[in-house]
């Protein structure tokens, strides 16, 4: 069984960073893909990157490449997402989830565990 616990969500102006972090109980943290998905209201969940269990493979979206940062720290059990540049339409709930099965094509029904979502609100 995995929890994790997302933080860092906020209302922040357009061209604003944010860096959210999700900890993760469990030992074997280190053995899982990692993802960043989001929803917006009156929108499909949708998939926003995903990192490797060693750090070594990140993949994003294409909405969000050259903005956002995927990275994890595998002693402290937590995956972050830095967002730099910051639009209105990244207004969102985000969501870390966990794929204990290896790296996949990031669909949503690949990650076995969710957390609860933190909000972050862009301001134009």
């Known amino acids: 069984q995995v929890q994790l616990v997302e933080s860092g969500g906020a209302l922040v102006q357009a061209g604003g960073s944010l860096r959210l972090s999700c900890a993760a109980s469990g030992r074997s943290f280190s053995m899982y893909t990692m993802g960043w998905f989001r929803q917006a209201p009156g929108k499909e969940r949708e998939f926003v990157a995903a990192?490797?269990?060693?750090?070594?493979?990140?993949f994003y979206a294409y909405s969000v490449e050259g903005r956002f940062t995927i990275s994890r720290d595998n002693a402290k059990n937590t995956v972050y997402l830095q967002m730099n540049s910051l639009k209105p339409e990244d207004t969102a709930v985000y969501y870390c989830?966990?794929?204990?099965?290896?790296w996949g094509s990031g669909a949503a029904s690949e990650y076995d565990y969710w957390g609860q979502g933190t909000q972050v609100t862009v301001s134009s």
């Open positions: 989830a966990a794929d204990t099965s290896g």
């Open positions: 990192i490797s269990w060693s750090g070594g493979r990140t």
